[in-house]
């Protein structure tokens, strides 16, 4: 069962690449548990 993982991050003054939603070029991504493993 996929699980959503909490972008803890996600704050205004995070601008990740991958992950930030405030960026505005970023890939924004979505991550799950997966078991033992966290994909994309």
Avoid: W
């Avoid at 996929?2 to 979505?30: D, M, Q, W």
């Amino acid at each position: 069962m996929k699980r959503p993982v909490n972008n803890i991050f996600a704050h205004t003054k995070y601008h990740c690449f991958g992950c930030s939603p405030h960026n505005e070029i970023g890939l924004h991504l979505h991550f799950y548990e997966n078991g033992d493993y966290v994909q994309s």
